[in-house]
């Protein structure tokens, strides 16, 4: 709910308003025009997570887009976060595409930059970056509660959204995500997803420095968890992925089980730890749990973890 009061109506919107801790989970459209694939990664998560973030073309990678993909998993009983990224589009796009999403019946929407494309299967393509994050947030705030485009034209039926944003705790420089994230709750975010956390303890650092500017209490903050299945990941992750911190600690747990089955059944003993200590950090509204092409431990994370039933809301 926003501060005028409005409602978007979303599920996710009203577990949260009803103070539940909320559990998000994510899904990857195909690479393909295989419908079937996001149908059955819906099926997997549907009654064990609130909504599921719908992935822009993630890491630059050409997929089926976020709308369509999203009223598939709402089709299938799972409510969806579309997210939306700067990179692919200019604002016209950005402005219709929410609209269509709206039409459609999708609620939620996640404001992001987007990778950059030499990540991706394109890195020849052109970045669009027409508006920034920050500025997408504005922009999508303003046609909601203002009923305005971004030029300022007037609309006769706003799009309804809970408005979403993404923030990493552990890039540089530190002493600066905070205030970064005071500027996205200024521009109009609802709620804000982490990047990936392994480092509880900077994590916990971060929120300290949240609570002391109040953000905590003018947006829901949900953790971001990923299950790791083997040494393998947490080695990457460590060592090739900008902006997550993962502690040598971390990678020794992983490295001292075996490879396959018992190495994910640690990934998911661990996802289950960490779920139940950032649950108990002051601020934090919920979990994100990020399990990339491995959706099939969800159910079984959160069950482990406590968090079932999920909340029935009206």
Known sequence: ????????????EKVLA??????????????????????????????????????????????VSSMASGVQVQQNGVEAIMQMTCRDRNRLAMQADILGASVLGIKNVLCLTGD??????????????????????????????????????????????YIGCAENPFADPFEFRAL?????????????QTQCIFNVPKFKEWMKEVRALGLHQEIKILAGITPLKGVGAAKYMKNFVPGIDVPQEIVDRMASVEKGPPAQAEG??????????????????????????????????????GLLPRPAVA
Not at 135 to 146: H, P, S
């Open 180 to 192: 970064r994230l005071q500027k996205k709750i200024a521009a109009g975010a609802d709620f804000m």
């Open 116 to 161: 950059h494309m030499s990540f991706g299967n394109h890195p020849e393509a052109k970045g669009v970056h027409d508006l920034d994050a920050i500025n997408l947030i504005k922009m999508y705030k303003d046609m909601r509660d203002e009923k305005k485009f971004q030029c300022g034209e007037e609309m006769p039926v706003a799009p309804a959204l």
């Open 1 to 12: 709910m926003t501060d005028d009061g409005y409602k978007a109506g979303s599920n996710l």
């Open 268 to 305: 998911k003993k661990l996802a289950v730890e960490m779920i139940k200590e950032l649950a108990e950090v002051e601020g934090v509204a919920g979990v994100h749990i990020m399990a990339v092409e491995w959706e099939e431990a969800v159910p079984e994370i959160v069950e482990t973890a």
């Open 18 to 63: 009803a103070g539940k801790f909320a559990v998000t989970g994510e899904c990857g459209p195909p690479k393909s025009a295989d419908g079937s694939v996001i149908e059955k990664k819906a099926q997997m998560l549907k009654g064990y997570v609130d909504a599921v973030n719908i992935t822009d073309n993630q890491t630059a990678v050409v997929r």
